[in-house]
């Protein structure tokens, strides 16, 4: 079975500019997050999606960052424009919906801002 | 933030059983105790987790206190591949999938 599929794996782009990230979740998860992790740091909620709806969105920097879930499955992140602080990893996860479950993560896409 | 604290780092020589504490000492009734850890330029892999009881799976041992203040885990025959960051997570199972919130965790090298 297929984990958490995450693209690109790594990018390098100029300040100012737009990046996106994708990512494909286990088939079957509802349950979807984006975390970003800053070098030595753990990593930290940006969003969460049950199904195509975001449910805790409170940490995502509205003014710059986006996120889509169409159809409930595939999500894409987005940085419009990026700054240098926003050099990091960004992790995507998904679960199934319930009470305990485990969270299964991506590779993750390495974002250098520059 | 994080509910947990742990060591930022520790060794541990290959073979030999590694023992990674957790302090969670104001958990409530209703969270369990999870355990990821990170491999370099890897996503976080989950381990185990627990509420009260120990859990044993093929990974790895999970001792929880019997006031649940703190934990162990213990990987029983650490290997070089068992270097990685581990975090110790608190998470409420109140309902729906709450997020894992986690810490800095620890730093375990595995020493040949």
């Known amino acids: 079975e297929a984990g958490v599929v995450q693209s690109p794996r790594y990018k390098i782009i100029e300040k100012k500019q737009p990046v996106a990230f994708w990512c494909n979740p286990i088939?079957?998860?509802?349950?979807l997050y984006w975390y970003r992790q800053n070098l030595g740091q753990g990593p930290e909620l940006l969003i969460r999606y049950e199904n195509e709806e975001a449910v805790d969105d409170s940490q995502l920097p509205k003014d710059r960052f986006s996120a889509e879930r169409l159809k409930g499955v595939d999500s894409t992140l987005k940085i419009q424009p990026a700054e240098l602080g926003d050099s990091a990893v960004y992790l995507c996860?998904?679960?199934?919906?319930?009470?305990?479950?485990?969270?299964?993560f991506g590779q993750g896409t390495r974002l250098t801002v520059v | 933030d994080a509910k947990t604290t742990q060591p930022p780092s520790m060794d541990c020589a290959e073979g030999r059983a590694a023992n990674l504490p957790c302090n969670h000492s104001t958990i409530s009734g209703n969270e369990y105790v999870y355990w990821y850890r990170q491999i370099h330029s890897q996503g976080p892999q989950y381990i185990i987790h627990g509420l009260k009881n120990n859990e044993t799976n093929e990974m790895a041992s999970l001792i929880i206190t019997e006031d649940r203040k703190s934990s162990t885990l213990i990987l029983p025959h650490a290997t070089l591949r068992d270097t990685a960051v581990y975090y110790c997570?608190?998470?409420?199972?109140?309902?729906?999938?709450?997020?894992?919130?986690f810490g800095k965790g620890t730093r375990l090298s595995v020493i040949a």
């Open positions: 997570i608190v998470r409420a199972i109140n309902s729906g999938n709450t997020p894992l919130v």
């Open positions: 088939s079957g998860h509802n349950t």
């Open positions: 996860a998904s679960s199934l919906t319930g009470v305990v479950t485990e969270a299964f």
